[in-house]
């Protein structure tokens, strides 16, 4: 549903430098599959991500999702930022009617769904707060309804759970896979863990050093609920660190 | 024994401010002289005369309404003019220069062009004052337009938010409502100094700044003190009841607000 065809981006810095950001990149990804990015720091992973959400352009290459091209961001690609990113003048409903307002549905329909979406992530008791009033895993489960409110195919998820702790973003880890089984949408998921990885992804895209090209696609075929620390996991785990650690020896020579 | 300390704080400024008024008194009993020190009675009661001829209620709204008249066109002109200029670069870098060469003038010496052009109305005296408020105004909106987080806006844009008039309106003019807010709560201020000023050159033979000038070449520095006491007191209000507007109702969104 996903496919990325010799996609290339370089970034011109002030000083008159060039750095490849991305460098060659193919990629396709079936309907309804997560899969998890990881690489070292600065291998592109998130530029790649951006790019797919419509908010950077590539320098070459093509890019389309359900046959048809990216051109910027659209309603068929939702993202979840690693930054805190609900509106703070809003409430927690109105953050999340946000993009039925932009479709121009009626009120009361769009407050409807949207309620529906809050108690997916279960803060419907949150509905009238503002964003400052929630706990950090709490704002990024907001984000999440907020974006898949819109229904779109594929959800852009870059580190979104980076800056809770790590209790915290166990659980969410578990509300997001029960969200995706419901939902059914495809999933791209950045993160620097290799344990979230496991825990998550049926397909891990790993990442060599800048230039960031795709050094491995590994799929995991573990049965859900996965069991963190089982054998099996282990065995994948110690693969994609081994995998890692090549890269992250790279990123720092 | 048990007093909260918000009570405390009460007790601890009314204690502050009578001192200063009996120590104030004292001094004036001394000095003896109503022409150099003015008393706290004397000024107590040049208040209550002004009270009581319904004088001064015509002065305040005098100057009431030249302030309104500089802070309503500074607002209309301040705000969007700010907008534009944080929101599309080309705008900014073509207006930029203009502005930084009118800007650092002080709103006095626009007192001739205003009599020039608008006679001696009260748009003179709105003029000048418009003057000294409108900057503060365009900065402060134009800082907030800069400052939108980007992750905002491109919130905005993956949810379907693309346009710009939507992202200007939708997403930065909202997240730049307390820079907007401290500019109009600077701009007043400032806009509230030119009026005694704006009133100097004789656009009404009322207001407040008006009368700290005919008092004063009537050597009554008992009447020139209470108007001074009253534009101090009216800027305190218009002060106090702007930031309590914007708590409540503009920004209830924010935690601690920050005008």
Redesign the interface.
């Given at each position: 549903m996903l496919s990325i065809k010799n996609l290339n981006k370089t970034y011109h810095t002030e000083e008159g430098d060039e750095v490849v950001a991305l460098s060659d990149i193919n990629l396709d990804v079936a309907d309804k599959e997560f899969v998890c990015f990881i690489g070292p720091s600065g291998c592109g992973k998130t530029t790649l991500l951006r790019i797919i959400a419509g908010l950077e352009e590539p320098d070459s290459g093509t890019l389309t999702v359900n046959n048809e091209p990216i051109t910027g961001p659209g309603p068929n690609r939702g993202m979840v930022f690693q930054e805190y990113s609900l509106f703070p003048w809003r409430t927690v409903l109105k953050n999340i009617t946000f993009s039925l307002e932009m479709k121009k549905i009626p009120k009361s329909e769009r407050e409807k769904i949207s309620r529906d979406f809050l108690e997916l992530v279960g803060l419907s008791k949150f509905a009238e707060s503002y964003p400052h009033e929630l706990s950090g895993g709490m704002k990024q489960r907001v984000a999440i309804a907020r974006a898949l409110v819109n229904d779109p195919d594929v959800l852009l998820m870059d580190e979104p759970f980076g800056a809770v702790d790590a209790q915290t973003r166990n659980r969410l880890q578990h509300e997001l896979l029960n969200i995706w089984e419901k939902k059914k949408k495809t999933v791209l998921f950045i993160t620097h863990s290799v344990d979230e990885a496991v825990f998550l992804a049926d397909k891990v895209v790993v990442f060599t050093a800048r230039p960031g090209r795709i050094k491995e696609v590994f799929s995991i075929d573990l049965p859900r609920p996965r069991e963190r620390t089982s054998f099996e996991a282990n065995a994948v785990r110690e693969h994609l660190l081994a995998t890692l650690g090549a890269e992250i020896q790279a990123a720092i020579d | 024994m048990g007093q909260s300390p918000d009570i405390k704080r009460r007790i601890l400024e009314i204690t502050s401010i009578a001192s200063a008024i009996i120590i104030w008194e004292i001094i004036a009993r001394i000095i003896n002289k109503k022409y150099i020190l003015p008393s706290f009675t004397e000024v107590v009661t040049a208040f209550l005369k002004l009270v009581s001829g319904g004088e001064l209620y015509r002065d305040i709204i005098t100057s009431l309404n030249f302030f309104a008249i500089g802070m309503g066109v500074a607002i209309a002109v301040g705000i969007p003019l700010g907008i534009m200029m944080g929101w599309f670069k080309t705008f900014d870098k073509a207006v930029d220069p203009i502005i930084e060469v009118i800007r650092p003038i002080p709103p006095l010496a626009w007192i001739p062009f205003a009599i020039l052009w608008f006679g001696l109305t009260k748009y003179a005296a709105g003029f000048v004052i418009f003057v000294g408020a409108v900057f503060p105004i365009l900065v402060n909106t134009y800082t907030g337009f800069r400052n939108t987080?980007r992750?905002?806006v491109?919130?905005?844009?993956?949810?379907?938010?693309?346009k710009n008039r939507?992202l200007i309106f939708?997403?930065a003019l909202?997240?730049a409502?307390p820079a907007i807010a401290t500019g109009v709560r600077v701009g007043m201020g400032v806009g509230w100094m030119c009026v005694v000023a704006a009133e100097m050159f004789g656009v009404s033979t009322y207001g407040i700044g008006y009368k700290i000038w005919r008092w004063n070449d009537l050597h009554h520095m008992d009447m020139v003190l209470t108007y001074m006491l009253v534009l101090g007191f009216i800027a305190l209000v218009i002060d106090r009841l702007f930031r309590y507007i914007v708590q409540e109702w503009w920004?209830?969104?924010?935690?601690g607000v920050v005008v």
């Open positions: - | 987080p992750v905002l491109e919130s905005g844009k993956v949810l379907g938010c693309i939507d939708r997403i909202p997240a409502l920004l209830k969104w924010q935690t």
